[in-house]
T-cell receptor
Framework: DAGVIQSPRHEVTEMGQEVTLRCKPI?????LFWYRQTMMRGLELLIYFNNNVPIDDSGMPEDRFSAKMPNASFSTLKIQPSEPRDSAVYFC?????????????FGSGTRLTVV | DQQVKQNSPSLSVQEGRISILNCDYT??????FLWYKKYPAEGPTFLIS?????DKNEDGRFTVFLNKSAKHLSLHIVPSQPGDSAVYFC???????????FGTGTRLQVFP
């Protein structure tokens, strides 16, 4: 298995533009998580899905952020409109069951820069 | 409100010595604690975990200690190697919400 695959690896966009981040979880994993990494707050959980259904989106910063999981092998995180304070590294992770004792498998992340 | 705290942003250790990374938490509803390691331009990778019913878990050079009364856990790496240089994240699972909460990370540098 190729692991969790995220695209793009880097994204530079202008303020106000729409940004879409993509994630392909590991086949057979039924949980998918979106995290954001910043220096000040570390890794913050934005939203997570179980069997393609959003379970908890309380970490999504505001209405400009939305996430979907149309099927078991694909998820998107969209920011519209983007702002400079959204600049961060966004990670997708997947796990089998909740994985607390197994851990989550993370993708390599998308580094987003909004100018 | 940071429920999982790593108060040392960085740590520098000589090769062969012990590295001790610390983590404090505030929520009594955590039932599992985990450590992740992250290299630049890569995602975090799972390193070791411990259940809240235990006080120690060992895996090769890595040992995690849990002190529930102090709400403190630590990761010991013995002996430290240059390849251990990375950012280490402490994480805790809330058994009510099933969420994994991460700390802000500690950058470990192991020098020859």
């Amino acid at each position: 298995d190729a692991g969790v695959i995220q695209s793009p690896r880097h994204e530079v966009t202008e303020m106000g533009q729409e940004v879409t981040l993509r994630c392909k979880p590991i086949s057979g994993h039924d949980y998918l998580f979106w995290y954001r990494q910043t220096m000040m707050r570390g890794l913050e959980l934005l939203i997570y899905f179980n069997n393609n259904v959003p379970i908890d989106d309380s970490g999504m910063p505001e209405d400009r952020f939305s996430a979907k999981m149309p099927n078991a092998s694909f998820s998107t995180l969209k920011i519209q409109p983007s702002e400079p304070r959204d600049s961060a590294v966004y990670f997708c992770a997947s796990s089998f069951l909740q994985g607390a004792n197994y851990g989550y498998t993370f993708g390599s992340g998308t580094r987003l820069t909004v100018v | 409100d940071q429920q999982v705290k790593q108060n040392s942003p960085s740590l520098s250790v000589q090769e062969g010595r012990i590295s001790i990374l610390n983590c404090d938490y505030t929520n009594s509803m955590f039932d599992y604690f985990l450590w992740y390691k992250k290299y630049p331009a890569e995602g975090p990778t799972f390193l070791i975990s411990i259940s809240s019913i235990k006080d120690k878990n060992e895996d090769g050079r890595f040992t995690v200690f849990l002190n529930k009364s102090a709400k403190h856990l630590s990761l010991h790496i013995v002996p430290s190697q240059p390849g251990d240089s990375a950012v280490y994240f402490c994480a805790a699972r809330n058994y009510n919400t099933d969420k994994l909460i991460f700390g802000t990370g500690t950058r470990l540098q192991v020098f020859p």
